[in-house]
């Protein structure tokens, strides 16, 4: 049996389908101002490239933002039951998944299936963490990819206000004032939206295996500055930008054996 | 396919009228020579009604709350509290009421028509700052008892009094500034009256334990409004026992407030009351809020049986006991306020988590929404420790952002993206239509 | 010359311990500047007050929502993170919501022998607060009791007042000298001399008060007074802030802050023939914490008084972030300083703050209270 999997997130859409608990083919398209259209030609790739047909495919779940936009699809299931799905099918051992995207972080505490157990959200003061990291980089003149690695080069310790991004904007300036080497100040902005998320999964508890996705899971500054603060080695899967589409593939093909 | 029938609620009309009512008559007061005061939804206005039967209050809170249902109003009643300086973060409530005021603009239409003194209680720190500030801006006499003493289970002789004393007190104060003589057979009856109302609502509530529930709680919200508008009014507390018979009416005849129960929950604190589409959203999940201690406990009064379930509180009517003078009815007013259970998470949100896990079990819950909402700092107080103290029992447990009463707070997409979450892990998918 | 207050309030942790050790006895942190010191003191306990450590932490967000303010956050943050593991009782005199769940998560979540609530008024503007408190101080007094296993006599409660006032009063001397042209004391000294009390036997804090009051009356500072200002607002013990005003060319001179001139300006007076009667009216009548100063504005006079008795150029109004009672009187204390001809700058305090900004804020702020002058 032949599942897809769709990925409406706001700035890319994700396509992958899987054959009987194997991954087929994964592939994506920039969401543009067009998403459905976006997300039709991911889905034409992804089944031309696979060779087979769209009557091959027996049932197709949507999730992301965007997900009940897409009329081909069966159903949907909502992002946090996604990843937490998605992510298990490589590392069984996980328990607790952290995604951390442009504008949201989550934590989801799930059981061995990878159901979800509980959830916490990034409440509104401490949004947009990594839309944040991007703009600082942007204001120190550092390219975002430089930025997560000399970060890693800092030995000093700055405390910043960790639960407002406006605050924590606020003390950058003041640090940029202060001639404080940009190593410095980088570290110092990962510690502090690190220091937020950590915030959420103790909510939801820190349960060992600890996984990250999302976009902010490939700059290495925060993963340095997240592992230091949860005390624990966060792991992130190959792929991480597909946990969404997997988990819905699988999801799918539960629904199919039903 | 529907599981169950449902119909209208009979008494809706008379509801309607009821708060109509209530606001015109605060409104038109002073035409035949009345009085009308304005102070909080908890305050003791059993006490002013010793003045006469032509005293109408005006209670901030579910006055503020009209006005956040209106999104236009509310916003320019902000912007207008923003430009006197005060703070965005500040009780949502206040900063629509103090918007009005300012505006001179009354939620029913006409002006905001001037009270003739403040008469507040105090629990949460912005309940006696609200009032000081509509006193000194509108040069108004003001008074206000604090009822801080700790909660029920810790009650003594010493913190009753400390209620009751300002209670006397506060009735030498009403003679001076009304030039009125107290009448101490009015206070007996709207003690009496209060006794009965709140009581009464609880039975209500009750009957919601039936499933179907009878009542949605964004039903309720209509209903128990009057507790907060006039508990001790004679109107308000027959009102309750009809409606009372009403339910017991629709649990007889298994008449359903949502067609497709199949999921009970509960919420927690005042709701958006700018999105309670919020529970209509909901019922596209076969999902119900059956009510929350917010609607059970904010006016009515409870008490745990000896069986160790949660009921109605006895009234001293109930009892047997007569109320003859002054004090014996300030005291039973006191006492009987103190044990309101919105009262109690102010000092040990223990205490309130052990409630909301009582209506989980009596009410056959199977899972709990807490509103995290910034615009109440009062019943927000100590829900993170709610929320560790439900999950700990292994009920399902989920928390989203808002504000009652600034919609500007109210991030609607997101809102429903997490209930959507949330139903997922109760295993529920969408009625298809 | 305010070495030994520096020392204390840095190394808080380090003082309690060796006190214990010393004394063998316990330590009680007391989470508002309402909790009566005095029976505490009387038991051979130390009264503590816990303030936070103005470092972004990230264990409270499962125990307080993030719309209340920052500091009753630092502050469980610290009990938390285990800095008070040698700290066996607790105690909570009812202010304002945020830190009584400070109180009520440590009790749920920090191992603690001893936690006593205790419902402090808050109208205190009523005479019937009176007995109300003393009823609720002798349920306290009687809670220690049960605890320490000890019972107080008169004369211990009587030294006991008798220290807190001394410290009052020696206080009050340091600040005094404040009131003069060239203030022999910076805002900074006087912020710690007044938050290092909170931790330190008050036998100690005044040995090392009567040590420096005689040199500190004829010392001169080797720096320019400038403008003269007093901070005025919510819990604040930012030292780095104060030393950044210090060095724009101004002087802090005094301030209405808990942690400052409002914990220690009445005393206990002995009048009524009955200790409990005479501390409790002491927490009645001290300068009131906004979440208590109703329906009257107590404070706004108060703060007035204040501004002219120390000669004040102009004033800070400092805010912790989301700290509704002050929230519900700046404005209106704003305006009141200014129909009284007195110039303030609004600041929002977190844990911690963004001091570039402030410093330019602060600049612009003297330069505006300075042109005053020129007219």
């Known amino acids: 049996m032949i599942t897809a999997g769709i990925d409406m997130g706001a700035k890319i859409i994700k396509v992958l389908l ?71 099918f490589s590392h069984p051992s996980v328990r607790t998944v952290i995604e951390v995207g442009a504008e949201e972080g989550r934590a989801v505490k799930c059981d061995e299936n990878g159901k979800v157990q509980d959830f916490a959200i990034n409440e ?21 990819e430089e930025f997560g690695k000399i970060s890693l080069t800092s030995e000093k310790s700055i405390p910043m206000n960790a639960q407002c991004a406006v605050f924590a904007e606020s003390e950058v300036v003041s640090l940029v004032h202060a001639k404080t080497p940009k190593a410095d100040i980088a570290k110092a902005v ?69 | 396919m529907a599981i169950y029938k449902t119909e209208p609620l009979k008494s809706w009309n008379k509801a309607k009228e009821l708060r109509q009512k209530y606001y015109m008559d605060y409104q038109e007061a002073h035409k035949n020579g009345g009085i009308r005061y304005t102070g909080g939804a908890w305050a003791f206005d059993a006490i002013p009604a010793g003045l006469g039967h032509d005293v109408y209050n005006i209670t901030g809170e579910p006055y503020a709350a009209s006005i956040a249902f209106d999104h236009k109003f509310s916003e ?30 009354y939620a ?94 609880a ?13 949605d709680e964004k039903s309720m919200y209509s209903l128990y409004v009057h507790g907060t508008l006039s508990k001790h009014s004679k109107e308000v507390a027959d009102f309750y026992e009809e409606l009372r018979d009403e339910m017991k009416y629709r649990v007889d005849n298994q008449i359903a407030a949502i067609p497709d129960e199949r999921c009970r929950l509960m919420s927690d604190t005042q709701p958006p009351w700018g999105f309670l589409k919020v529970f209509r959203y909901l019922e596209k999940f076969g999902a119900i809020s059956i009510g929350s201690l917010y609607t059970f406990g904010l006016i009515g009064v409870w008490e745990t049986k000896p069986d160790g379930t949660w009921g109605p509180r006895t009234t001293p009517m109930q009892k047997g006991e007569k109320i003859t003078t002054r004090d014996q009815a300030l005291r039973i007013l006191a006492d009987w306020n103190l044990s309101k259970p919105e009262w109690q998470h102010f000092y040990d949100p223990n205490l309130k988590s052990d409630m909301m896990l009582q209506i989980v079990k009596q009410w056959g819950l199977n899972g709990v929404m807490l509103h995290l909402n910034s615009g109440c700092e009062g019943l927000t107080c100590g829900i993170m420790e709610n929320r560790l103290g439900i999950a700990k029992t292994g009920v399902p447990v989920m928390t989203f952002e808002g504000n009652m009463g600034d919609e500007r707070e109210f991030d609607e997409k997101r809102v429903m993206a997490r209930i959507d979450s949330f139903m997922e892990t109760l295993n529920l998918q969408k009625l298809k239509s | 010359m305010f070495s030994k207050f520096f020392d204390w309030y840095e190394n808080r942790h380090d003082y309690a311990k060796d006190w214990i050790k010393k004394t063998g006895g316990e330590v009680v942190g007391c989470f508002c500047s309402y909790a009566p010191e005095e029976i505490i003191y009387s038991f051979g306990l130390l009264p503590h007050r816990m303030l936070g450590s103005h470092e972004p932490q990230d264990v409270t967000e499962p125990h307080i929502f993030g719309m209340f303010c920052p500091f009753c956050r630092d502050v469980l943050a610290q009990g938390l993170k285990g800095r008070y593991d040698y700290m066996k009782g607790i105690m909570l005199s009812q202010s304002c919501l945020h830190l009584r769940q400070s109180f009520t998560s440590w009790r749920n979540h920090v191992p603690v022998d001893y936690a006593h609530y205790l419902y402090m008024p808050a109208k205190v503007q009523t005479e019937h607060a009176r007995p109300y408190l003393k009823g609720e101080l002798e349920k306290f007094t009687k809670s220690l009791e049960e605890w320490t296993g000890k019972t107080i006599t008169d004369d211990q409660l009587k030294e006991s007042i008798d220290l807190h006032n ?23 000294e006087a912020m710690v001399m007044v938050a290092s009390s909170f931790f330190v036997d008050k036998k100690d804090h005044n040995a090392e008060l009567k040590r420096i009051l005689p040199e500190l009356k004829s010392r001169s500072l080797d720096r320019e007074t400038g403008a003269r200002l007093m901070i005025v607002g919510s819990e604040d013990d930012d030292t780095e802030f104060v030393k950044m005003v210090e060095s724009v060319g101004a002087t802090i001179v ?58 004040v150029d102009g004033a800070i109004l400092i805010q912790q972030k989301f700290c509704d009672p002050h929230e519900c009187d700046i404005p209106m204390l704003k305006k009141y300083l200014e129909d009284n001809g007195y110039k303030s700058l609004f600041l929002e305090f977190d844990v911690t703050v963004p001091l570039g900004q402030f410093r330019i804020r602060t600049e612009a702020f003297l330069e505006m209270i300075g042109e005053e002058d020129l007219f």
């Open chain 1, 18 to 88: 899987i054959k009987d608990g194997e991954v087929l083919v994964k592939t994506q398209e920039v969401a543009g101002f067009e998403p459905l259209e976006a997300a039709e030609k991911a889905f034409d790739n992804a089944v031309s490239q696979a060779g087979v047909t769209r009557e091959d495919i027996k049932y197709i779940f949507a999730t992301g933002a965007g997900r009940s936009a897409v009329p081909f699809a069966n159903d949907t299931i909502t992002e946090v039951s996604a990843s937490a799905k998605g992510v298990l």
């Open chain 1, 124 to 144: 509104k003061c401490a949004a947009g963490a990594g839309s944040f990291t991007e703009a600082m980089s942007r204001a120190l003149e550092v390219p975002l």
């Open chain 1, 190 to 258: 990962h510690d502090a939206i690190a220091s937020r998320i950590v915030s959420m999964v103790r909510r939801v508890g820190i349960n060992k295996d600890v996984a990250l996705v999302g976009g902010v899971s490939r700059n290495p500054g925060f993963v340095d500055s997240l592992n230091r603060g949860l005390e624990v080695e966060v792991i992130v899967p190959k792929d991480a930008e597909y946990v969404g589409a997997l988990g819905a593939a699988l999801v799918a093909g539960e629904r199919g054996k039903k």
């Open chain 2, 76 to 105: 320019e009643c902000m912007e207008a509290t923003e430009a006197k300086g005060w703070a965005r973060d500040l009780c949502s409530y206040m900063r629509n009421y103090w918007g009005s005021m300012y505006l001179n603009k």
């Open chain 2, 108 to 201: 029913f239409g006409g002006e905001y028509p001037k009270p003739d003194f403040c008469f507040q209680d105090h629990i949460c720190c912005s309940h006696a700052k609200w009032y000081q500030h509509v006193a000194e801006y509108k040069n108004l006499p003001y008074f206000c008892i604090d009822v801080s003493v700790g909660p029920y289970n810790e009650l003594d002789e010493n913190r009753l009094m400390f209620l009751v004393n300002q209670m006397h007190e506060s009735i030498e104060w009403l003679e001076k500034v009304t030039g009125r003589k107290y009448q101490d057979e009015l206070l007996i009856e709207a003690v009496e009256n209060e006794c009965r109302s709140t009581s009464t609502w």
């Open chain 2, 203 to 215: 039975e209500v509530c009750m009957l919601n334990m039936a499933k179907p529930a009878p009542l």
């Open chain 3, 166 to 188: 001394e410290n009052r009063r020696l206080m009050h001397e340091v600040y005094d000298l404040r009131k003069g042209p060239n203030p022999p004391v910076t805002g900074l």
């Open chain 3, 254 to 311: 005094t301030d209405d802050h808990c942690t400052g001139s409002r914990y220690f300006w009445n005393e206990v007076e002995l009048k009524n023939g009955d200790l409990l009667q005479d501390i409790a009216d002491r927490y009645i009548d001290r300068p009131a914490c906004p979440s208590k100063d109703w329906e009257e504005r107590t404070r706004f006079p108060h703060v007035l008084k204040l501004a002219k008795d120390f000669n």
